[in-house]
C-alpha cells in the first residue's frame, strides 16, 4: 500500500466516526425530549452503523458510515401527571437515551477519528520527507 492510499483510507475513516459522532450527538440532544402527544412516542436513540468495501482502484478496504438503525429498546416512563403529554394513568415516556452510553460512544468514535488523523499526518510527513530527499 502506498502512502497515497493510506491517506485515503484514513480519510475514509474520518469521515465514518464524524458520521458517527453526529449521531451519537443528535442522541444526546434528544436524552430529555417527550412526545408532542399525549401517550405517542418520544424521540427513539440511533445506532450508527458502519459499512466496509474493498476497492479494486485503491486495493483497499475502505470503511463508510451506513444508514443509523433504531434502537428498539423500551422507553423510559415517568410519573408526571400534571405534564400534559402524560398518558392516562400519569406516565410520561422518555427516550431510550442513556446519557453515560452515548459519552462512551462519542469518546470511542473521538479516539478513532484521532487514530486515523495520526494516519494521516504521518503518511503526510513521510511523503513530504521523502520529496525533500529526491529534491537533495
Known amino acids: 500500500m502506498d502512502l497515497a492510499t493510506s491517506m485515503m483510507v484514513a480519510a475514509s475513516g474520518m469521515r465514518a466516526q464524524s458520521t458517527r459522532m453526529r449521531t ?3 442522541n444526546i440532544a434528544n436524552a430529555n425530549s417527550t412526545s408532542n402527544t399525549p401517550g ?10 458502519m459499512t466496509s468495501d474493498f476497492d479494486n482502484e485503491l486495493n483497499a478496504t475502505m470503511v463508510h458510515a451506513g ?7 423500551d422507553f423510559h416512563l415517568q410519573y408526571d401527571p400534571g405534564n400534559p403529554n402524560a398518558d392516562k394513568q400519569g406516565y410520561i415516556k422518555l427516550p431510550n437515551v442513556n446519557s453515560l452510553v452515548e459519552i462512551m460512544d462519542m469518546r470511542e468514535a473521538q479516539k478513532s477519528y484521532e487514530a486515523n488523523l495520526n494516519v494521516l499526518n504521518a503518511s503526510k510527513t513521510m511523503m513530504s520527507r521523502t520529496v525533500d530527499l529526491l529534491r537533495q
Open 67 to 73: 444508514t443509523p438503525v433504531q434502537d428498539m429498546s
Open 24 to 26: 451519537i450527538a443528535e
Open 40 to 49: 405517542g412516542d418520544p424521540y427513539r436513540r440511533k445506532i450508527a452503523t
